[in-house]
């Protein structure tokens, strides 16, 4: 039997128990604070992309607890509590 492509082979690794996590749940308790600096608007996305120090590019969304997207502008620093692995902004604060 010849191997299916990979776009056509099924993952099953799910679960049908609602009560059980997703094994590739993240713990938040494992975060980091960063300073980065906002590159990008992109209000048709309901978007703003910000970079770290160290050059990571994150995206803030109007579900990013904190901080009001129409507020921020280029160059503005914010302040953003990011999961470890698999990086994603928590929440984000505007930097006065």
């Given at each position: 039997?010849?191997?299916?492509?990979?776009?056509?082979?099924?993952?099953?690794?799910?679960?049908?128990?609602?009560?059980r996590?997703?094994?590739?749940?993240?713990?938040?308790?494992?975060?980091?604070?960063?300073?980065?600096?906002?590159?990008?608007?992109?209000?048709?996305?309901?978007?703003?992309?910000?970079?770290?120090?160290?050059?990571?590019?994150?995206?803030?969304?109007?579900?990013?607890?904190?901080?009001?997207?129409?507020?921020?502008?280029?160059g503005?620093?914010?302040?953003?509590?990011?999961?470890?692995?698999l990086?994603?902004?928590?929440?984000?604060?505007?930097?006065?």
């Open positions: 039997m010849a191997e299916r492509p990979m776009h056509l082979q099924m993952n099953y690794a799910f679960s049908l128990n609602p009560r996590e997703p094994k590739g749940s993240q713990d938040e308790g494992d975060t980091r604070r960063v300073e980065a600096v906002v590159v990008a608007l992109i209000p048709e996305y309901h978007q703003v992309k910000v970079r770290d120090g160290d050059g990571h590019l994150y995206a803030l969304t109007r579900k990013t607890q904190g901080v009001d997207l129409a507020s921020l502008h280029e503005q620093r914010v302040v953003c509590t990011v999961t470890r692995k990086p994603r902004v928590l929440n984000a604060a505007a930097v006065a």
